[in-house]
């Protein structure tokens, strides 16, 4: 075994100093007092070799401060919004982050207004009634959207809308159909 010196300081200011035979079968261990104000991130544990040389030294990383997201804002009212666009998308983000104060259908059914055919906002909007009992309004909406993107014989890349017809069509009793 060799004599080590072991220093402990905060800051750059040593706090404590000891000189010991350290070796993997007799580790060493001290607690120190720590003056007030100082945080672990200030400190910096070195190990010295008996000639003085710096074998090892330790400084704990700060931790992170993570960011807050901004705070979440209540969307402008349906009829302040400027395009169907951001009526639909405003209507997707109040679905996804449920607020109990604003109901996505008041956006969906803006965008309608504007664009009646609009097929995204009336399959979200018939997948909406669907899950909200309103069959009949589901519907409508529904066979309008799936009139638009099925037009020329093409299919739809998306087949909610198939899908929720077939529930509405069944939850008002018309199985043939569905």
Do not use: W
């Not at 405003?90 to 996804?96: A, D, K, V």
């Not at 207004?113 to 018939?126: F, I, K, Q, W, Y």
């Amino acid at each position: 075994m060799r004599e080590e010196r072991v220093v402990l300081s905060a800051n750059g200011n040593p706090l404590f100093e000891q000189r010991t035979d350290i070796s993997p079968e007799e580790p060493f261990s001290y607690q120190v007092a720590l003056p007030a104000g100082v945080r672990e991130e200030d400190l910096t544990l070195t190990l010295f070799s008996a000639k003085g040389k710096q074998v090892i030294s330790y400084t704990p990383l700060k931790p992170p401060q993570p960011s807050l997201p901004p705070i979440v804002k209540t969307p402008p009212v349906p009829q302040d919004i400027k395009t169907v666009e951001e009526l639909y998308l405003t209507g997707l983000r109040l679905e996804q982050f449920y607020n109990p104060s604003i109901e996505s259908d008041r956006y969906f059914e803006e965008a309608l207004r504007r664009d009646p055919a609009n097929d995204r906002v009336n399959s979200e909007l018939g997948t909406l009634y669907c899950q909200r009992g309103m069959f009949t309004e589901a519907e409508a909406c529904l066979r309008t959207a799936l009139a638009h993107v099925t037009h020329d014989y093409t299919s739809p890349q998306d087949g909610a809308p198939f899908y929720y017809l077939g529930v509405a069509l069944v939850a008002q009793g018309r199985y043939d159909e569905a």
